[in-house]
């Protein structure tokens, strides 16, 4: 079962808080202290005098990506979460997150920082594509099979960002106004379903305040809250650099500050408590909830860890499972006259950049570097005849410098002042990212003077390819021997501290090339000395545009080719400068020629399939010009075999909306992401996502929950009886499908402010042609329930309800009146 919870209050976990006791009343203060800082960027320190080995933490959450930022060492990258929620299966979820704990113990990791729980408040969220739904128990839900996963699988998780990070505008400093009974009934609430149904060994505080605290230093929600209402008895650790007060964060519920060595604990926690600021006690609840997780994770001597290797999970495939997660998390909206599944002996006229480059991830702390990419145009070619599929760029959503990646073969050399070679090592592609002491071997952040990032470039086409950098200070770079650079690129005011991986890349030139003749590329980058960061890190880019040809005339190569083709696919992405962590986004448009691009090949092929690649809703102006349009979210490494599976015809598109899908930005109920003077009031209460939309009344381009499949289904009949809704229903279609009977509930005379109807659960059911199936779904009483803001507990509104039954919010096809 998806719900059921990793541990108990078993043997064991009395041997481990036997082994736990023992070990903190070994530790003097400064040793306590200094367990409760990151040792590095990643881990904590090892205290071997009591048989403790270093903590591991590491990136989350569509895969785990280790303790250094290169592809040496790649990882299995599934699809984003909003994919995984789409596919409404905490089965799979949990699946998802065994193969995430065989990952992280294949890189020696102990602690995923994973699953990402905020809501979908505004599309603009900038991570809006690294959280799971609009709808608290969906998030719930989805969020307990991850974390039930990975802890199977005896890798801890942090439940993330505890609370109310659901925006990046100034992230660090915002403070969300939130009132009770919102915070409890939709924030709080996937964190508390997934601490009562997973019992994750750890979370993740947010680097936002709430109701003007810092949630580093929130006694109440920390402490009250999430310890003493729910007995959460794993460890809090900081979000990277959220840690800003010794005495507030300790007094405030919060273990571990991460990253290191310098945090406000380890010595100045020691000298709090000497000076009499900091109670010892309270260091030591700190102390023994990390040695807790330290134990469960199997690395304190003499403490049993929860899973032993002889009870791990049988080996997963990690191809397969993301080639499946991403093909159940496909949402069909639209497939007029039955234009999907695809004739696999008819021609594909196959256009947009991202056919040829996916978009496969999210950008920021969720990147991993997969061996493979299965690109949709890698995923056709290989289910078609070589002459049945055509591919034409047609329109590239970037006209903005990117990592150097395709044609780039890199690696860093690094130097003294002198400059001797000091060290050398691999590159992912132009971005460095070395932090902490993770620099390549013989490099130290002594000697080190600068980095040159070098090697070659074979270009794929002809024409003037644009050069640049990422990141701040001093720079050198050459390309075919010709100096474009030799500068220095200052701070800006104000800039997130990620600036070298968020921020923007800065044009330094253009050299003409011609396609497959390599040329020779250097980017020197100086470091400047004591910059007095808290974390010592090397962080900069080498960016590349290729050619910009005149956006008409790719858009009519694509046109000419979908003319005479069986059917067009073409594929439309949003960039890592739109949809990434570190910002929001400032509208819902498709970039650049996108838009065109589909409207023009839908003129001329009326079996035109649109396949978006975005992790989060997107403004289709054409969606009722063409045949079908087909979510992909960032699908995965393994996305474009699951892309040729489901359009033609092998496996049907499994997924339903997690989130509402507008028509256009103006339409959105919620949007508002810019704090004013430090506040950011979520002014709409209670009503975001389906909720909103359905008080103001607006019909949105595609309701939550909706998603087609390859058959069709009847719903026959629902009763009631107790808490259990009984559903039957029918596949009517000529293929066995699978169906998510979703559950509604909607008071009938209500006596509280509360939405039209709310998800109150959910099941799945699979069915062969012309069967019936029945599926029954437990409704929880908490679903009848709201947040008394008077007396602060949960009461249960007595009254009728109308328990509604369908396809999607707005498609409900069955309904009983219940009595609570
Ligand atoms: C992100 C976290 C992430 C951490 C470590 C932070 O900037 O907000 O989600 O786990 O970095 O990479």
Same mark, same amino acid.
């Given at each position: 079962m998806a719900g059921e919870p990793t541990t108990r209050n078993t043997p064991d976990d009395r041997t481990r808080e036997d082994v736990v006791s023992a070990a903190l009343g070994k530790l003097d203060l400064d040793a306590k202290a200094r367990l409760l800082a990151g040792r590095d960027m990643w881990s904590l320190p090892a205290l071997p005098g009591i048989g403790l080995r270093p903590l591991v933490f590491s990136d989350g959450p569509i895969g785990v990506r280790g303790v250094r930022w290169t592809a040496d060492d790649p990882s299995i990258a599934l699809p984003s979460p909003t994919a995984l929620a789409a596919t409404w299966d905490p089965e799979l979820a949990r699946r998802a997150g065994r193969l995430l704990a065989q990952e992280a113990r294949r890189k020696s990791v102990h602690v995923l920082l994973a699953p990402t729980v905020n809501l979908h408040r505004s599309p603009l969220g900038g991570r809006h594509f690294e959280a799971y739904s609009e709808d608290p128990y969906l998030t719930g839900v989805i969020g307990s099979g991850y974390v039930n996963g990975v802890q199977d699988g005896g890798v801890g998780t942090t439940v993330k960002h505890f609370v109310a990070n659901d925006a990046e505008t100034d992230r660090f400093t915002v403070d969300n106004v939130i009132a009770p009974r919102p915070l409890r009934e939709l924030y709080l609430a996937p964190f508390e379903a997934i601490v009562e149904n997973a019992h994750p060994w750890g979370i993740m505080c947010a680097y936002n305040s709430v109701n003007g605290t810092s949630m580093s230093e929130h006694h109440y929600l920390q402490n009250e809250v999430l310890r003493g209402e729910w007995k959460f008895d794993g460890a809090i650790v900081s979000d990277w650099m959220a840690a800003r007060s010794t005495k507030g964060d300790i007094e405030g519920g919060l273990d571990i500050a991460m990253p290191g060595p310098q945090t406000v604990y380890g010595e100045a926690l020691a000298g709090a408590v000497r000076a009499g600021d900091v109670d010892e006690s309270v260091v030591d609840e700190a102390v023994r909830n990390v040695l807790r997780l330290a134990a469960r994770v199997g690395i304190l001597d003499g403490a049993p860890a929860v899973v032993p290797e002889s009870a791990l999970p049988a080996a997963v495939d990690g191809q397969a499972v993301a080639r499946e997660i991403a093909r159940r998390a496909f949402v069909l909206v639209r497939n007029e006259n039955r234009t999907l599944p695809l004739d696999p002996a008819r021609t594909v006229a196959l256009s947009g950049a991202a056919a040829r480059d996916a978009r496969v991830l999210g950008g920021g702390s969720a990147t991993v570097f997969p061996e493979r990419v299965v690109s949709p145009l890698d995923g056709l070619r290989a289910a078609l005849p070589a002459d049945a599929l055509t591919f034409t760029v047609g329109a590239d959503p970037s006209d903005e410098l990117a990592v150097a990646d395709k044609g780039f073969e890199l690696r860093a050399v690094c130097r003294d002042e002198a400059g001797n070679v000091v060290g050398e090592g691999s590159l992912p592609g132009g971005q460095?990212?070395?932090? @902490? %002491? %993770?620099?390549?071997?013989?490099?130290?952040? =002594?000697?080190?003077?600068?980095? =040159?990032?070098? @090697?070659?470039?074979?270009?794929? *086409?002809?024409?003037?390819?644009?050069?640049?950098?990422?990141?701040? @200070?001093?720079?050198?770079?050459?390309?075919? @021997? *010709?100096?474009?650079?030799?500068?220095?690129? /200052?701070?800006?005011?104000?800039?997130?501290?990620? =600036?070298?991986?968020?921020?923007? /890349?800065? =044009?330094r030139g253009r050299v003409t090339l011609t396609e497959g003749e390599p040329v020779e590329i250097s980017l020197t980058h100086t470091l400047a000395k004591n910059t007095g960061a808290s974390i010592r890190a090397v962080m900069f880019a080498l960016t590349h545009l290729g050619p910009q040809r005149d956006a008409d005339a790719l858009i009519a190569e694509a046109v000419e080719a979908a003319r005479t083709a069986a059917a067009a696919v073409v594929v439309v992405a949003t960039t890592d400068r739109v949809e990434s962590e570190g910002f929001d986004r400032r509208d819902l448009e498709l970039p650049g020629r996108q838009n065109d691009l589909v409207r023009a090949v839908a003129a001329v092929n009326p079996r035109t399939v649109v396949v978006v690649n975005s992790g989060s809703p997107v403004e289709m102006p054409w969606r009722e010009e063409v045949a079908a349009v087909l979510l992909t979210w960032f699908p995965g490494q393994e996305g474009g075999a699951a892309l040729a599976d489901v359009l033609l015809g092998a496996e049907e598109p499994g997924g339903r909306l997690p989130t509402t899908w507008p028509v256009s930005f103006a339409d959105v109920p919620v949007t508002d992401v810019v704090p004013v003077d430090g506040e950011l009031p979520y002014a709409e209460g209670l009503f975001i996502g389906y909720r909103a939309w359905e008080k103001a009344g607006v019909t949105p381009a595609y309701a939550f929950g909706h998603g087609l499949g390859y058959t069709t289904w009847e719903y026959e009949s629902v009763i009631a009886a107790g808490s259990v809704v009984t559903v039957r229903v029918r596949n009517t279609g000529t293929r066995t499908g699978r169906e998510v009977v979703q559950v509604y509930l909607a008071p009938v005379a209500d006596t509280v402010e509360r939405p039209v109807r709310w998800l109150a659960g959910f099941a799945s059911v699979t069915a062969a042609a012309g069967e019936t199936v029945e599926v029954a779904v437990d409704l929880p009483r908490r679903a009848f329930e709201i947040w008394d803001e008077t007396v602060g507990v949960w009461r249960l509104v007595e009254g009728e309800y109308e328990v509604e039954v369908g396809r999607s919010i707005a498609d409900r096809r069955v309904s009983v009146r219940v009595r609570r």
């Open positions: 460095v990212q070395w932090i @902490g %002491d %993770d620099l390549p071997d013989g490099a130290t952040h =002594e000697n080190l003077h600068s980095i =040159e990032v070098t @090697g070659t470039f074979t270009p794929r *086409e002809d024409g003037g390819h644009a050069f640049g950098t990422r990141g701040l @200070g001093a720079y050198t770079l050459k390309v075919a @021997g *010709e100096t474009l650079f030799d500068g220095v690129q /200052p701070m800006s005011e104000g800039a997130d501290p990620f =600036e070298a991986f968020f921020g923007a /890349p800065q =044009e």
